[in-house]
């Protein structure tokens, strides 16, 4: 039976929220079922509307916070860089290049993590936005020894830095995961 609904943040900062609704399940082992209702965001607070229009189950063992910590979301991003070889950082920046989480390996170059390299990428999108071919969605760097590939979700900005080897292509597959972060992240910089 469905019990209460509940606005659910995602992450420690209340970044984005779903509303659910709450079920008792007995016969799954003492966890709860979470419905991401299709319902109006009547009771919750929050202005992300387009994170009430998913509709999935999730179990989750009791008891359960309904926060992702920063450390959580790292390793995730871990898992991702591990998945393509060559890949050696994902970092999610602000419009201004500040660095709101990044993940990396030891191999990744230091000068391609500092907010001045970054805030430049973010500078570059921007500036190919007005070549008067629409928005620029991503960008794709090729260097000696590295490539950098961006994706602009304003207003973040995800950057990828792998070696020049790395294949771009899954690289870029990369891309609809990254949004799931980068959407959370987002209205802790709109906020901002």
Known sequence: YFDHQ???SLSVHRVACSLVVWADRNNFRNTNCFYHSLLPASSCRCRDT??????????????????VTLQELKKHLIQLISRVQGLQAIVFTDRDGVPLIKAA?????????RPSFLATVGM???????????????????YGNYQVVSFNRHPVTIT?????????????????ELNTVSQTLRSVVEAS
């Open 105 to 113: 390996t030891d191999g990744a170059p230091e000068h391609a993590l």
């Open 50 to 67: 387009s994170a009430h229009q998913m509709s999935r189950v999730y179990f989750y063992p009791e008891p359960y916070d309904f926060s």
């Open 160 to 176: 990828l830095v792998a070696s020049s080897s790395a294949n771009t292509g899954m690289i870029l597959n990369l891309e609809e």
């Open 6 to 8: 509940r606005c659910v």
């Open 124 to 142: 570059a999108m921007s500036q190919g936005n007005k070549l008067g071919l629409g928005k620029c969605n991503k960008m794709i760097s090729s």
